[in-house]
């Protein structure tokens, strides 16, 4: 990808400068001012001691409210938009906004934006709870897919082509078409769905796809991962920039490509759902994200492809212990390479004694804890010595148990995913104000 010269208010941007919105808040922060306005710590003035001491002051120096100079979230025209319209230029979007509530909050905007109360949203059974308060607020009724499952892992996987058009089917024998697709692309264990198959049937039936891509931003930016939820045709996808990417937690984008979906709902919903005191830190570590894999975006991943490797080689050879790959979930051969998930079946430990063995005796922690296994995410920011940390600790939880004499643990399904049993008595909305008893 070629170096380029961005052009914004009529003032030339140079490469190897700062990205905008981080140039504005650098700006405006060293302003010799008297200032009278909020946050109350005055520019660090009275930040509080207790947390100086951890993180220092420059923070609050740069912890400033909506400034002319800094523009405005809800209406940008200045380095807020150059800063959206450059993120938009490197995911391949013909939009992007910023998002200081998380990917939770544009999730629900991109189900608003799409459904209106009444309406059909078609998405799996174990969506994240985003999705859930999304059609809270909305009053939209689901469609529910069971997605595909692994008791052997415990584990659920994504959803397949034919189980979408099986629900628009359903949904129009019922004189019902289906506002919008919903589908989790990759899930938390790295499982990717067929996006492209996916999209195109929503599109031949003109409906709307959103993917709530959080746990995917790092996809498309070198030639072993999977293809970006946008490359594969969706309208939307949601991103948590933080998760693999460098910007700071709670910051996320939302993504979209496309007209199908009416821009000026999707602006009117984020306004709705999004603080009206955005953090400006979080909006420039968005900003200061995109602009690191802006550097190097084919060459980025490199090392963090090449420990994600290595780690897998090791482990392999680490008896007792299982690693989750796409022959356990045969529908969906591609999954996350950087997403790591072990499993202690054989030891006959569950993934939450594994994980008290490998934090109490090795001080490695995972990024996700379940039944069976255990999940750990590389990132950039992964350097070899915790790779032979992790490593070492695997080995040590197998030395441990192999010592000692058990059982096989084995979760007890009938085979079908434990969420399969679905009768529906209200919608989400009606069941979230129904009265309730513990």
Not at 35 to 47: D, I, K, L, T
């Amino acid at each position: 990808m070629e170096d380029k010269i961005l052009v914004s208010n009529s003032q030339i941007v140079q490469p190897d400068s700062l990205p905008p919105l981080v140039s504005a808040l650098k700006a405006s922060a060293k302003q010799d001012v008297a200032s009278f306005h909020f946050p109350g710590h005055n520019r660090g003035r009275a930040a509080p001691p207790s947390l100086t001491q951890l993180i220092g002051v420059r923070p609050f120096i740069h912890d400033l409210p909506e400034l002319p100079e800094l523009d405005n979230l809800f209406s940008p025209d200045g380095p807020i938009l150059e800063a959206q319209k450059q993120a938009a230029s490197l995911f391949g979007a013909s939009e992007t906004w910023f998002l200081v509530g998380g990917t939770t909050c544009g999730i629900q905007a991109a189900v608003m934006a799409t459904c209106s109360p009444g309406e059909y949203l078609i998405l799996p059974r174990n969506s994240h709870v985003s999705a859930i308060s999304a059609m809270v607020l909305s009053d939209t009724i689901p469609k529910y897919i069971i997605p595909e499952y692994s008791s052997d892992w415990d584990i659920a996987g994504g959803v397949i082509p034919s189980q979408v058009e099986k629900a628009i089917k359903e949904l129009k024998k019922e004189g019902q078409k289906a506002s919008a697709v919903f589908v989790t692309s990759p899930t938390y264990h790295g499982i990717c769905s067929n996006l492209n198959e996916i999209s195109q049937l929503c599109h031949y039936h003109g409906i709307p796809l959103i993917v709530d891509e959080a746990h995917g931003a790092h996809f498309g930016f070198h030639h072993h991962m999977p293809f970006s939820a946008l490359q594969q045709g969706a309208d939307l996808a949601v991103q948590s920039t933080h998760k693999v990417l460098c910007s700071l937690t709670q910051s996320s984008m939302l993504h979209m490509s496309g007209d199908i979906v009416d821009r000026e709902r999707i602006c009117r919903c984020l306004q709705t759902l999004q603080s009206t005191s955005p953090s400006y830190l979080l909006l420039a570590s968005l900003d200061a994200a995109r602009a690191q894999l802006n550097e190097n975006p084919e060459t980025i991943f490199n090392k963090a492809m090449e420990l994600a490797v290595e780690t897998k080689n090791h482990v392999k050879n680490i008896p007792g212990i299982s690693m989750l790959e796409s022959s356990s979930f045969p529908k969906f051969p591609m999954m996350d390479p950087l997403r790591l998930t072990f499993g202690f079946r054989q030891l006959g430990l569950s993934g939450y004694e594994a994980d008290e063995i490998l934090y109490g005796d090795q001080m490695v922690i995972c990024e996700l804890v379940g039944t069976q296994s255990i999940t750990f995410a590389i990132n950039l920011g992964t350097c070899r010595k915790h790779i032979h940390r992790l490593v070492s600790g695997l080995q040590h939880v197998s030395a441990t148990s192999l010592s000692v004499e058990k059982v096989e643990k084995r979760v007890e399904h009938s085979g079908l995913a434990p969420f399969a049993d679905i009768y529906i008595s209200l919608n989400p909305r009606e069941a979230f104000f129904a009265r309730k008893r513990k």
